[in-house]
């Protein structure tokens, strides 16, 4: 199972760090990834971490300002947003399957808002 957390409200150009945690280790999962989903969108996958070799994978509407990383002695996978944008403003989820299609992921975190005011 999978629990994402870290959501919040923030002003724009802010930052903040979402966390999945995963039941046992993230290592044990082929990919972790972190999606959002915001009103009236359909879900979309804006970075993932291969547990095999470490690669990862930004969308390009986040590349540059969003950093994926796992701390192994935590278990956990970070999700750290900076330059944060009203447009960034979502649900966004952690999840575990073929990153960064939502519709090949095997399991799914609860949710945690994000928003970014203006």
């Known amino acids: 199972q999978l629990q994402a957390s870290g959501g919040g409200l923030v002003q724009s150009g802010g930052s903040l760090r979402l966390s999945c945690a995963a039941s046992?280790?993230?290592?044990?999962?082929?990919?972790i990834g972190w999606f959002r989903q915001a009103p009236g969108k359909e879900r979309e996958g804006i970075s993932c971490?291969?547990?095999?070799?470490?690669?990862?994978y930004y969308a390009d509407s986040v590349k540059g300002r969003f950093t994926i990383f796992r701390e192994s002695d935590k278990k956990l996978v970070f999700l750290q947003m900076n330059s944060l944008k009203p447009e960034d403003t979502a649900v966004y989820y952690c999840?575990?399957?073929?990153?960064?299609?939502?519709?090949?992921?095997?399991?799914w975190g609860q949710g945690t808002q994000v928003t970014v005011s203006s």
């Open positions: 999840a575990t399957g073929s990153c960064p299609r939502p519709d090949l992921q095997d399991y």
């Open positions: 046992g280790s993230p290592s044990d999962y082929p990919a």
């Open positions: 971490l291969s547990s095999s070799d470490g690669s990862t």
